[in-house]
């Protein structure tokens, strides 16, 4: 089946420095599948942070950015300059063309602390 | 105003009671669904729903029981809870179903099995 590996389960960071969380994935689907980065801030559900659906292609939100990358099957989130307020929890997902886009799979989660 | 509520919030049970744990989305959307996250593991799809119909469930057990009352409610009966039943459960809806409609998360329900 399908599957998302992140290999980070807690990260911290200290503000204005850069960040990186790892994200690969296994879709069985022929073709390749979409992917997300959803992020759930402490309280809140979990909120689409950004996708993207066409390999190569870049998405981006709020500072962060990720690429699809279909050779190494990753999916990285990045950022240049983190916030306190960016402290959350952030997941990396899929939707597999073969279950017709409405079922996710997703990651175990990397907590982010930002450090003040 | 949240959109996606679920209630309760938090909620504790004992080995074989049963549990519902309710779901209202105010965002129009037709189609719901579920998700659980236990310790350590990833969220997991359960169910999904699209108009009060079923549409697909991956749960194995019968004890998880889908309840749509009306188009915008999809409650989650569980019956005769088991300790390994202990997860945080998130509701999620989507304008359509299929087509990568992008889903809508609740706060989750954090249930305890004891």
């Known amino acids: 089946g399908d599957s998302v590996t992140q290999t980070e389960g807690q990260v911290t960071v200290s503000e204005s420095k850069s960040l990186i969380i790892n994200c690969t994935y296994s879709?069985?689907?022929?073709?390749?599948?979409?992917l997300f980065w959803y992020v759930r801030y402490p309280g809140e559900g979990l909120q689409l942070l950004l996708k993207?659906?066409?390999?190569?292609q870049k998405g981006s939100s709020r500072g962060f950015e990720a690429t699809y990358n279909k050779e190494a099957t990753s999916f990285h989130l990045q950022k240049a300059s983190v916030q306190e307020s960016d402290s959350a929890v952030y997941y990396c997902?899929?939707?597999?063309?073969?279950?017709?886009?409405?079922?996710?799979?997703f990651g175990t989660g990397t907590s982010l602390l930002v450090d003040p | 105003d949240p959109k996606i509520i679920q209630k309760p919030k938090y909620l504790v049970a004992v080995t074989g009671s049963e549990k519902i744990l309710i779901c209202e989305q105010y965002?129009?959307?037709?189609?719901m669904y579920w998700y659980r996250q236990s310790a350590k593991k990833p969220l997991e799809f359960m169910f999904s729903y699209s108009y009060q119909k079923l549409m697909d469930n991956q749960t194995a057990s019968s004890r998880f029981q889908p309840q749509s009352s009306k188009k915008n409610h999809l409650d989650l009966q569980i019956t005769a809870l088991k300790p390994d039943d202990s997860a945080t459960y998130f509701c999620a809806s989507s304008q359509d179903w299929g087509n990568y409609a992008e889903q809508f998360f609740g706060p989750g329900t954090r249930l305890t099995v004891l």
């Open positions: 993207v659906i066409t390999a190569g």
């Open positions: 997902a899929l939707s597999d063309r073969g279950n017709m886009g409405y079922k996710l799979t």
């Open positions: 879709a069985t689907s022929i073709g390749y599948p979409n």
């Open positions: 965002l129009g959307h037709n189609a």
